[in-house]
């Protein structure tokens, strides 16, 4: 008995493994790595977190139960949580930044917060400001605003 239910529990987790495989695929951890040997200029940046909750991303629900937008131009529409303007969704190393200075792609190390991929874009950050992503809304308030000099690495050419 005891070695069907061994049995049993290999063959469902070889099953959970087969049919999550695809999902698992996009959670698994991946370091963000400037590519070797390139260049990066030093820049002297204002920056805070994030995460995905209501106040840091602008969405409540509507009487559906559906996030939408919760002010602005876009009021009332549609809102996909936890996925950045370039489309990816959000995770440790999503920056925000202001897409004219620092396009999708740039790879930047932060003291103190390690690399990070600039993949989002939002309505306050402009100019040399990043916003850096936290899971949590304490992680975000903790981190507060600081100023870092900042290593920025272009991002590669198309």
């Given at each position: 008995?005891?070695?069907?239910?061994?049995?049993?529990?290999?063959?469902?987790?070889?099953?959970?493994?087969?049919?999550?495989?695809?999902?698992?695929?996009?959670?698994?951890?991946?370091?963000?790595?400037?590519?070797r040997k390139t260049t990066y200029n030093?820049y002297n940046l204002k920056t805070t977190?994030?995460?995905?909750?209501?106040?840091?991303?602008?969405?409540?629900?509507?009487?559906?139960?559906?996030?939408?937008?919760?002010?602005?131009?876009?009021?009332?529409?549609?809102?996909?949580?936890?996925?950045?303007?370039?489309?990816?969704?959000?995770k440790s190393g999503t920056i925000a930044?202001?897409?004219?200075?620092?396009?999708?792609?740039?790879?930047?190390?932060?003291?103190?917060?390690?690399?990070?991929?600039?993949?989002?874009?939002?309505?306050?950050?402009?100019?040399?400001?990043?916003?850096?992503?936290?899971?949590?809304?304490?992680?975000?308030?903790?981190?507060?605003?600081?100023?870092?000099?900042?290593?920025?690495?272009?991002?590669?050419?198309?």
């Amino acid at each position: 008995m005891i070695v069907f239910i061994r049995v049993l529990r290999y063959c469902s987790l070889l099953l959970l493994f087969v049919i999550g495989g695809c999902y698992l695929k996009d959670v698994r951890w991946r370091p963000v790595r400037p590519a070797r040997k390139t260049t990066y200029n030093v820049y002297n940046l204002k920056t805070t977190g994030y995460c995905p909750c209501k106040s840091c991303c602008n969405w409540k629900r509507n009487w559906y139960g559906r996030p939408v937008i919760a002010s602005g131009p876009g009021r009332g529409r549609p809102k996909e949580v936890g996925i950045t303007a370039s489309g990816t969704r959000a995770k440790s190393g999503t920056i925000a930044a202001d897409t004219s200075l620092f396009p999708f792609g740039t790879v930047m190390y932060i003291p103190g917060y390690g690399y990070g991929r600039v993949e989002d874009r939002g309505g306050a950050v402009k100019g040399r400001h990043i916003d850096l992503f936290f899971h949590t809304h304490n992680e975000a308030l903790e981190w507060g605003v600081q100023y870092h000099k900042v290593k920025v690495w272009p991002p590669p050419p198309k």
